[in-house]
């Protein structure tokens, strides 16, 4: 029974349902299957709309985003422009959960359906929301509606991209006030009904976009909020005054008065509480196309859309949609960063380098990050990145650049110590091979782990080459070179993490380039394994080397891998000092820090000092500073060596 009649609408509910199954079907595969992560929003139009809005200003897409949400996006806007809100409708599994409630509601006989003011003024909640979270997903490209979206949060348990406070309002106002006031997240508050009601306003949406772009090409400067603001405002003042769509959506429900009995068992089946009963045509922007009001409708063809006996259309169109989208994001992919920082010239004539298969390409961050050590090579003028294929492209000067300096520059050497020497080790013997599909530092991972297991290696390091060119430091009575080569080139690979067990495939090549084993000392392996790090700031250069001296001291975490990241926070602290000049990690008889300052202008206990500091002042790119721990500890003082 739903609010008084019972409604049987089997396509609508076989939708509903089969959403609820496959959501059900991602959890319980979540639970039982170690290496499977949902992604439970890989279908969310809303996500890809946001998504889209960020690309279309930034040039970049939130780093979890599909384009299977962007398509699905397109899909739901041409879906609301010819047939309605068929994603709420059929789809949507809070709309299905809401509609639960309001039952739950109405059978307490406390499900109220909000008229007049209160529902035109609440109407302007959700164009509140969507400004926001379009404003937010656009200037941190991470998608804002994942702090507070109660679907999200209810399925993935509250995970890491949840606000939780955000989260459990976001809850309770859908679970309660939705037995209480009809289809109070729906009409009020959800961000994808007011982007979809935008849509069904289209004309309006479409005119502000015109005029915009009018007014760029014209030369005006104007910010994105702008037409993103007007928009929201528009969108809220259409709806709250005509409560019905302009021009949009095509399809309506359509009543034939000369056979209508007037018996209202229509407004009693409707969802969203709206009067069919004495209209000719349902053009309130509610209406949703679900196809109740046709499903109970007595009297044989008097509800129609557009005046068609064609009731199975709207879930038909669902699926046809789907099946589009779907179609469209496996055979497209868009980029997730699109940066060009060489003059219109320099793009024309650019030849253009494209590697794929770099899994370290994952996310906007990672692409970010590639962008900026492709920038810091001269003759690049800009890169794109996909991320669902990992594949890169590099545009670039080529009578500066050879494809091979790109593939260097892409590649990240690597030195790993799997363990330490113990102090009865005299020598360990050095295997050099060639890695095949070791190229990416994604594998390096993998590499690490299929060596760590086997009793008697030590470390490796890797260089640029294809195939990788390895060194392998092992103890040649505890394993030998045949072993090694067998062990890398196992097929599957089980590892422990943070008490998880977890099985991938791997598909290393190695080929032993050398049978002859070079030996070296427990220290030569030590300084081999050793990455130095080297910072310049506050103006070093304009020094006279007889105007610097160097403190150095011990520096034992200058050896720690994990720790390489804080070196950046470390010489931001340190060059809030103006004397301060420079950072560099080196290693002698262990690991050593040196800092050079300006002669005579600082003492060595206050560099000690600053060295030691518990909290790291540290300055942001966008021009914030802030506080971290610091995780350096300096066992001992140390001395000016110049
Ligand atoms: S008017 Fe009919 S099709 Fe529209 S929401 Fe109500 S019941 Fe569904
Ligand atoms: S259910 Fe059918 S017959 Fe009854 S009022 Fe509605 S349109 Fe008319």
Not at 27 to 53: H, I, K, M, S, T
Not at 339 to 361: D, I, P, Y
Request: hydrophobic residues 45%; charged residues 20%.
């Amino acid at each position: 029974m739903a609010y008084g009649i019972k409604v049987k609408n089997v396509l609508r509910k076989t939708l509903q349902w089969g959403t609820f199954g496959l959501l059900a079907y991602m959890v319980v595969r979540w639970w039982v299957d170690p290496n499977y992560l949902p992604d439970f929003e890989a279908f969310c139009p809303f996500g890809g709309l946001q998504a889209f809005n960020s690309f279309l200003v930034n040039n970049s897409l939130a780093c979890t985003m599909t384009e299977m949400q962007i398509f699905m996006g397109v899909v739901l806007f041409v879906g609301v422009l010819l047939f309605s809100k068929l994603f709420c409708s059929f789809i949507c599994p809070i709309g299905t959960f809401t509609e639960w409630m309001a039952k739950l509601g109405a059978k307490f006989k406390v499900l109220i359906t909000l008229k007049g003011l209160p529902d035109k003024l609440l109407r302007g909640l959700k164009y509140a929301l969507l400004f926001v979270t379009v404003y937010f997903t656009t200037t941190s490209s991470e998608l804002f509606c994942k702090e507070y979206d109660p679907f999200y949060a209810i399925f993935t348990g509250f995970g890491h991209d949840v606000y939780l406070w955000y989260a459990l309002a976001a809850i309770l106002l859908t679970v309660v006030g939705s037995i209480f006031i009809r289809q109070f997240w729906c009409k009020y508050l959800c961000p994808l009904g007011a982007i979809s009601n935008i849509f069904s306003n289209g004309v309006m949406f479409a005119g502000v976009l015109a005029l915009f772009f009018l007014l760029r090409w014209f030369g005006l400067e104007i910010s994105w909020l702008w037409p993103a603001g007007v928009i929201s405002v528009l969108g809220f003042v259409l709806e709250s005054w005509r409560l019905e769509g302009w021009i949009f959506p095509v399809s309506k429900i359509t009543r034939n008065e000369s056979s209508c009995t007037n018996c209202a068992i229509c407004d009693l089946a409707c969802p969203m509480g709206l009067d069919i009963a004495t209209v000719d045509t349902v053009k309130h922007i509610d209406c949703h196309l679900c196809g109740d009001c046709l499903e109970v409708c007595p009297v044989e063809d008097t509800l129609q859309i557009n005046k068609k006996n064609i009731r199975w259309m709207p879930a038909a169109a669902t699926v046809a949609l789907i099946a589009i989208g779907l179609f469209l994001a496996s055979t497209i992919e868009l980029p997730t960063i699109n940066m060009k920082w060489g003059n219109e010239q320099q793009l024309e004539t650019a030849s253009v380098f494209s590697q794929s298969g770099l899994k370290s390409v994952k996310c906007y961050g990672s692409s970010m990050s590639f962008a900026s050590k492709m920038r810091r090579l001269k003759g690049v003028v800009g890169v794109e990145t996909f991320v669902q294929s990992h594949t890169v492209k590099v545009f670039y000067d080529s009578s500066k650049l050879k494809p091979a300096s790109i593939q260097k520059a892409i590649f990240t050497p690597s030195r790993t110590i799997l363990r330490r020497p113990g102090k009865e080790m005299v020598s360990l013997s050095v295997l050099k091979m060639g890695i095949g599909n070791l190229f990416d530092s994604y594998y390096n991972f993998y590499f690490s782990r299929l060596l760590a297991q086997m009793k008697g290696v030590y470390g490796f390091s890797t260089t640029f080459g294809e195939p990788v060119p390895a060194k392998i430091y092992f103890d040649a009575d505890k394993t030998n070179p045949a072993e090694i080569k067998a062990a890398l080139e196992q097929r599957e690979l089980t590892y422990s993490s943070r008490g998880k067990e977890t099985t991938v495939e791997v598909d290393f090549e190695a080929h032993i380039l050398s049978d002859s084993l070079a030996q070296i000392s427990p220290q030569e392996f030590a300084v081999n394994m050793f990455a130095p790090f080297n910072q310049a700031f506050n103006g070093y250069k304009k020094y006279m080397p007889d105007e610097i001296s160097v403190y150095e001291l011990p520096m034992p975490q200058a050896a720690n891998p994990k720790l390489r990241r804080s070196f950046s926070y470390l010489v931001s602290h340190i060059s809030t000092d103006d004397n301060l000049l420079r950072f560099q990690t080196l290693y002698k008889d262990g690991p050593y820090a040196r800092v050079f300052f300006v002669k005579g202008k600082i003492s060595p206990d206050s560099i000690y000092a600053t060295l030691q500091k518990p909290m790291l002042t540290v300055h942001y790119s966008n021009g914030k500073t802030g506080q971290v721990k610091n995780p350096f500890k300096f066992p001992r003082k140390g001395k000016i060596i110049q």
